[in-house]
């Protein structure tokens, strides 16, 4: 787990813990097959709540009530002038040619499918299926990262302090996706991130057992990021002041738009990425968690908020595992964290059921009869 975060004043419910801007992150690479539209550096939105409805609902000719309310503003937005990537405003766009893009930057060649990078993405787009989690790309910008930095010793030592480990020696337990069955696809993609990316600063990221070290850190580390101009738009929709029955009215029609875009595209779907935090990091998991985590900005700060009171001291946890897993048995989730997170919880609920039967949740007794190939995949969708 994490080294272990603890307050130092009390905390009341609903309050902001902190807010923390990631060390690195980057967009899944799904996103664009989707059509999601996100700013290539700092993922807010880049349509606005209503193209995001109609997008979601397949209906181009809806229109939205309030439109102020929406924050999106396509006037700021900018596009790097070699390669088209678009930004939410010039000081993302600045910040990613400071920090990566020099690198990552594929100018002229960004249609090239033999362009080192290219191939990097597509290699892990047949790897990894959507609902995608830690993203090649966040490994990219790490390296381009420190190759662009003048003090690349001060980056190094900032991606240094996430937990790298591949194993849990003390536990036996191996993180899923570096045991056998993925040998092969991990060593392809270690010799296209090579090609595409190699520096001597960084021979040991290169190595088999360093890229197994970058993966894991990736793997272990990397916090989920949702950003959705629509959701934004509810939110601030709910502040308004409304007489009541402008109020029934609309809270009505935002019931029914939330019903029809899950009726016809599924699960509500933000635009995603992944990024690393330092603090975020820290954090243990609890399957009763007295903290969690959002993006109410609607691009990559990371809001912790009290989800209930929490004493100077007491440790403030998070949990590793999302609402529906953690409904699961202690053996579910527990076989969840092993393969995911390399250790076995013994947070307050799991003590409480150390006693009942180690079983699994239905969901997996029904997979219990798939073929290999078939839990290949699942296992490389879910992490």
Same mark, same amino acid.
């Given at each position: ?225 949702? *950003?959705? #101009? ?7 929709? %709910?502040?308004? /002041? ?5 109020? $029934? &009215? ?93 250790? *076995?919880? #013994? ?7 150390? %006693?009942?039967? /180690? ?5 997996? $007794? &029904? ?17």
């Amino acid at each position: 787990q994490g080294k272990g975060l603890f307050a130092t004043k009390n905390i009341r419910k609903g309050e902001t813990v902190f807010v923390e801007r990631p060390v690195v992150s980057s967009q899944f690479l799904w996103n664009a097959l989707y059509n999601y539209r996100a700013c290539d550096h700092c993922l807010r939105a880049l349509e606005t709540a209503e193209e995001n409805a109609q997008r979601l609902l397949g209906k181009s000719s809806l229109v939205l009530p309030h439109p102020e309310q929406c924050s999106i503003r396509k006037d700021l937005h900018q596009q790097c002038p070699r390669c088209q990537v678009t930004y939410c405003s010039a000081e993302c766009k600045q910040a990613a040619l400071e920090q990566y893009h020099q690198v990552l930057c594929l100018g002229p060649s960004r249609d090239d499918p033999t362009h080192p990078l290219n191939k990097l993405q597509e290699a892990w787009r047949n790897m990894h299926y959507p609902p995608e989690t830690s993203s090649i790309m966040l490994m990219a910008r790490m390296v381009a990262t420190v190759k662009q930095a003048k003090d690349k010793e001060w980056w190094i030592k900032a991606f240094s302090q996430f937990c790298n480990k591949t194993a849990n020696e003390e536990e036996e337990i191996a993180h899923k996706l570096l045991g056998d069955k993925f040998k092969g696809q991990l060593e392809l993609l270690r010799l296209l991130f090579t090609e595409a990316l190699y520096d001597e600063h960084l021979s040991r990221w290169f190595t088999p057992e360093g890229f197994r070290s970058l993966f894991a850190l990736v793997g272990t580390n990397g916090q989920g990021i949702g *950003t959705s #101009s629509l959701s934004q738009w509810v939110h601030a929709c %709910d502040a308004l /002041d409304l007489p009541m029955l402008q109020r $029934e &009215e609309l809270d009505a029609f935002i019931d029914q738009l939330y019903k029809d875009i899950e009726k016809e595209s599924g699960e509500f779907l933000n635009c995603e990425g992944s990024g690393l935090y330092v603090l975020q990091s820290c954090c243990n998991h609890s399957c009763i968690p007295n903290a969690e985590t959002s993006f109410p900005e609607n691009n990559f700060l990371l809001h912790l908020t009290a989800l209930e009171d929490i004493e100077a001291g007491e440790e403030i946890c998070i949990s590793y595992l999302d609402c529906c897993q953690r409904e699961r048995s202690r053996h579910s989730r527990n076989k969840i964290l092993r393969e995911n997170y390399l250790f *076995t919880c #013994s947070c307050p609920k799991c003590l409480a059921q150390a %006693d009942d039967a /180690d079983v699994t949740s239905d969901e997996e $007794e &029904e997979g219990e009869g798939e073929t290999d190939d078939a839990e290949l995949e699942d296992e490389m969708t879910d992490v």
